[in-house]
């Protein structure tokens, strides 16, 4: 956040000073054509008016810089955001009345013009006022992406409302705005104990932590483990299993390539955040889970088939400071061109114990299904949120009777023994999770 020097003014007359300006040729020429001296009196009054008006916007111009802030930072898409705008005077005298508007990157293009209050001379103070006010105005940012902010205008009238001068106050400041990670209900996924290795339960209506905590006695096991109530509740005798001291594993994978969604646009002077509604779905959903899990206690994982933009998240017991390195990340992340028959780039598996494994897709080509075949290890739990392209308008009619699914692939996601959740860009990344909550019959955990 740095400060910067007012730019190039621009000054420019109002109705009321063309009027005044008009008057006082129209009274010259009359002068001038009849001969009348008194008239060359009343024409001058409007002309040195509107001049003094002039020279006074010249002489006080107001000359500020500018700082910028955001809170929260960085900032989240469709989440209220307020920004605080330090405006210091850079003059050696007290600065006059004055109008600011800020410069957005969105719609409206600007903010409400608003009063910029008298500053003291840079360096002093005058009636209890220094020589910076902070101002503060409310933002809405639509949709994630890097955008720069700015410059500040101030403008200026003259005492008689002839004129007003209108002068760049400060340059542009980045703001990042990053995919809103929706809170996503708590299910039935969790860390359990195993032996010397972490994996993921799915929990039913018939388990409890107790029965998630032990295992069958096995010839050699010490009868100080033997857990009785459980023994007691299955019939047969049951042993505590070993504390667990690592984090099982969870990976995120989502298609990047431009090929797998229909409504991508390719146009260079289209901000990443543009491309495709789909996709931008899937960098929300993305950002949901990740920043779900990861606070669940699992070392997440994001798998891409392009080239990697994404940070990683690593373990639970560091997600502070993760998150928003993962978040930032996803702020500027943008699809990849690549051809249908080029080979997902190869990603090094992991030494960690298995766990889930979540895609986010629409519509992939070969190579991806090729690709995602060798993502599932045996027994592992895949599902893949497989997003339809169609309008919106469309998918509301299938809701009346039953969502279309998304072209093959569905199907073919089954048959790679993937579990598919057809979804749709009227669905909250919440809803889609509770759809896995029903495909997989897992329970909310209330813990």
């Given at each position: 956040m740095a400060r910067r020097r007012g730019g190039a003014a621009r000054l420019r007359l109002t109705a009321r000073g063309w009027g005044f300006a008009a008057t006082s040729v129209l009274l010259f020429w009359l002068a001038y054509v009849g001969g009348r001296e008194a008239l060359l009196f009343a024409a001058a009054l409007p002309a040195l008016l509107l001049v003094g008006g002039l020279a006074l916007l010249i002489l006080r111009r107001v000359?500020?810089?500018?700082?910028?802030?955001?809170?929260?930072?960085?900032v989240s898409a469709q989440r209220p955001a307020q920004v605080t705008v330090s405006v210091s005077n850079e003059r050696y005298s007290r600065s006059g009345e004055a109008v600011w508007r800020d410069t957005l990157p969105w719609w409206p293009k600007a903010t409400p013009d608003a009063r910029l209050p008298p500053l003291a001379p840079r360096g002093r103070r005058f009636a209890g006022r220094g020589n910076t006010v902070r101002l503060d105005y409310p933002l809405r940012a639509p949709r994630r992406g890097v955008y720069r902010i700015g410059p500040l205008h101030v403008e200026q009238r003259d005492p008689f409302g002839l004129a007003t001068l209108r002068s760049t106050a400060a340059g542009e400041d980045e703001i990042i705005v990053v995919p809103d990670a929706m809170e996503l209900p708590r299910t039935g996924l969790s860390l359990a104990t195993g032996e010397g290795s972490a994996r993921v339960l799915q929990r039913d209506h018939r388990g409890t932590d107790d029965d998630i905590m032990t295992r069958e006695y096995r010839p050699g096991d010490a009868l100080r483990r033997v857990h009785w109530r459980v023994t007691a509740r299955q019939?047969?005798?049951?042993?505590?299993?070993?504390?667990?001291?690592?984090?099982?594993?969870?990976?995120?994978?989502?298609?990047?390539?431009?090929?797998?969604?229909?409504?991508?646009?390719h146009d260079q002077f289209t901000p990443h955040a543009g491309e495709s509604e789909a996709f931008e779905w899937a960098v929300r959903m993305v950002a949901s889970m990740g920043v779900h899990l990861h606070r669940r206690g699992f070392?997440?994982?994001?798998?891409?088939?392009?080239?990697?933009?994404?940070?990683?998240?690593?373990?639970?017991?560091?997600?502070?400071?993760?998150?928003?390195?993962?978040?930032?990340?996803?702020?500027?992340?943008?699809?990849v061109d690549a051809d249908h028959r080029s080979p997902v780039p190869a990603q090094e598996r992991s030494d960690r114990a298995a766990g889930p494994v979540f895609a986010v897709l629409a519509e992939p080509d070969d190579a991806v299904f090729e690709w995602l075949t060798r993502q599932k290890r045996p027994f592992e739990l895949a599902v893949a949120f497989v997003l339809s392209t169609a309008p919106l308008v469309l998918q509301q009619l299938d809701r009346e009777g039953q969502l279309a699914e998304p072209g093959h692939t569905v199907e073919t996601l089954e048959r790679l023994g993937w579990i598919a959740v057809p979804v749709s860009l009227a669905d909250e990344p919440s809803d889609a999770w509770r759809a896995v909550v029903a495909e997989t019959g897992l329970v909310h955990d209330e813990a």
């Open positions: 000359r500020v810089s500018a700082a910028r802030t955001f809170s929260p930072s960085p019939g047969e005798l049951m042993v505590r299993q070993e504390e667990q001291r690592s984090y099982p594993e969870a990976r995120i994978v989502i298609d990047t390539r431009r090929g797998g969604y229909a409504d991508a646009v070392l997440v994982r994001i798998l891409e088939t392009a080239h990697p933009q994404i940070a990683e998240l690593g373990d639970g017991n560091r997600w502070a400071g993760r998150d928003q390195e993962f978040l930032l990340s996803l702020a500027s992340i943008g699809l």
